[in-house]
């Protein structure tokens, strides 16, 4: 009978403990659930962020992205550059590691922008997020972010 009440007592204990544990934040349960999912929206928003990785991953990508841009039509891609203009295309110019090298992505900026009023100063700092696609001019192709969010850095 002693090893009855004592296998309760310890069942009961554990359950107790399992039940107080990730609630000493005081966070409730539907809170938890819900910082989860706003986390993984975040996470499945951008399919390659560029921001997140080393210089030389960054201009790595950027390469691929440029030699095999099929392969990212669809996916949302979000970089931090250098703005750049030229003949009314809008750039992200993003440097190698060594800052010797740059590869420019157009980008076209979601909304209604004039240049120059709305748009950042040439070579100031932004971070751009949109879907890559491609497009034609005549029955030349080409490739741009498209839709893009703008933020200045």
Same mark, same amino acid.
Request: charged share 20%; aromatic share 12%.
């Given at each position: 009978?002693?090893?009855?009440?004592?296998?309760?007592?310890?069942?009961?204990?554990?359950?107790?403990?399992?039940?107080?544990?990730?609630?000493?934040?005081?966070? +409730?349960?539907?809170?938890?659930?819900?910082?989860?999912?706003?986390?993984?929206?975040?996470?499945?928003?951008?399919?390659?962020?560029? +921001?997140?990785?080393?210089?030389?991953?960054?201009?790595?990508?950027?390469?691929?992205?440029?030699?095999?841009?099929?392969?990212?039509?669809?996916?949302?891609?979000?970089?931090?550059?250098?703005?750049?203009?030229?003949?009314?295309?809008?750039?992200?110019?993003?440097?190698?590691?060594?800052?010797?090298?740059?590869?420019?992505?157009?980008?076209?900026?979601?909304?209604?922008?004039?240049?120059?009023?709305?748009?950042?100063?040439?070579?100031?700092?932004?971070?751009?997020?949109?879907?890559?696609?491609?497009?034609?001019?005549?029955?030349?192709?080409?490739?741009?972010?498209?839709?893009?969010?703008?933020?200045?850095?």
């Amino acid at each position: 009978m002693k090893k009855i009440i004592a296998v309760i007592l310890a069942f009961t204990f554990v359950l107790l403990c399992s039940s107080c544990k990730g609630s000493e934040k005081g966070e +409730t349960a539907a809170e938890k659930n819900t910082s989860a999912k706003a986390a993984e929206a975040v996470q499945t928003a951008v399919d390659i962020d560029l +921001t997140k990785m080393s210089s030389t991953m960054v201009y790595s990508e950027v390469s691929n992205i440029m030699s095999e841009p099929d392969k990212y039509v669809g996916k949302t891609i979000r970089a931090k550059g250098s703005f750049s203009e030229n003949e009314g295309y809008y750039f992200i110019v993003i440097n190698d590691a060594t800052a010797c090298c740059q590869k420019g992505l157009e980008f076209i900026w979601a909304g209604d922008h004039s240049f120059p009023a709305d748009y950042p100063e040439e070579w100031s700092e932004i971070e751009v997020s949109g879907t890559f696609e491609s497009y034609f001019e005549g029955t030349k192709q080409y490739y741009h972010i498209n839709n893009a969010q703008l933020t200045t850095v």
